[in-house]
């Protein structure tokens, strides 16, 4: 069974930009979860979709957006990209609201670096 | 409103000699707790989890942890450290509110283990 996979791995872009995030869950799983984990801050919940909605947002600002399509595969988008974006995005997925009794899977992670 | 705490930022151990890695919850519901463990530049992989069965739990790799409700802890212990086991842990603490459908995820600040020969 293949697992959460995230790309690309890794990515540069220029203060200002736009970036893309992809993460395909896990077959079977409906909720993808979007977290960021930047040197010295640990790991911070950004977002958070299941059947298409957006289900809960963490603390960032608006220009921290994504969305989840039909295969319930999800897209992170980050606008006008700032120095301190630069982290570890991590992409994980469960089942339907099943997540605290079945466990959360996550994928390896896109490393943003923004320069 | 749940939260983790994570004792130690870091823990020194020896090849062979036991781990054990500290973490204290608090939540307001019923709570699903989970150890992960994150390999440099690596993504998160599931140790274990407690979800409301048995109070000890067996992970991968020789891990375990035990629920103490009465304690609000759930510290991972592993008998005898090999220095794979070099890495950073987290606990994580999870609410599902099921009237509302809304779930949530606390991670702790993470422990790194440092395994010396």
């Known amino acids: 069974e293949a697992g959460v996979t995230q790309s690309p791995t890794h990515l540069i872009k220029t203060r200002g930009q736009q970036a893309t995030l992809r993460c395909s869950p896990i077959?079977?799983?409906?909720?993808v979860y979007w977290y960021q984990q930047a040197l010295g801050l640990g790991l911070q919940f950004l977002l958070w979709y299941d059947e298409g909605e957006e289900r809960n947002r963490g603390n960032f600002p608006p220009r921290f957006s994504g969305r989840q399509f039909p295969n319930y595969s999800s897209e992170l988008n980050v606008n006008a990209l700032e120095l301190e974006d630069s982290a570890l995005y991590l992409c994980a997925s469960s089942l339907a609201l099943g997540g605290p009794n079945y466990g959360y899977t996550f994928g390896s992670g896109t490393r943003l670096t923004v320069v | 409103a749940q939260s983790v705490t994570q004792l130690d930022s870091h823990v020194s151990v020896s090849e062979g000699t036991p781990v054990l890695l500290r973490c204290n919850y608090s939540?307001?519901?019923?709570?699903?707790l989970f150890w992960y463990v994150q390999h440099p530049n690596k993504g998160l992989q599931l140790l274990l989890k407690?979800?409301?069965?048995?109070?000890l739990v067996k992970g991968i790799n020789g891990f375990e942890a035990e629920f103490k409700k009465s304690e609000t802890s759930f510290h991972l212990t592993k008998p005898s450290a090999h220095m794979s086991d070099a890495a950073e842990y987290f606990c994580?603490?999870?609410?599902?509110?099921?009237?509302?459908?809304?779930?949530?995820?606390?991670f702790g600040k993470g422990t790194m283990l440092l395994v010396s020969p």
């Open positions: 407690y979800t409301s069965a048995a109070t």
């Open positions: 077959s079977g799983h409906t909720s």
């Open positions: 939540s307001s519901y019923s709570p699903s």
């Open positions: 994580v603490v999870s609410d599902i509110w099921v009237n509302s459908g809304y779930s949530t995820l606390t």
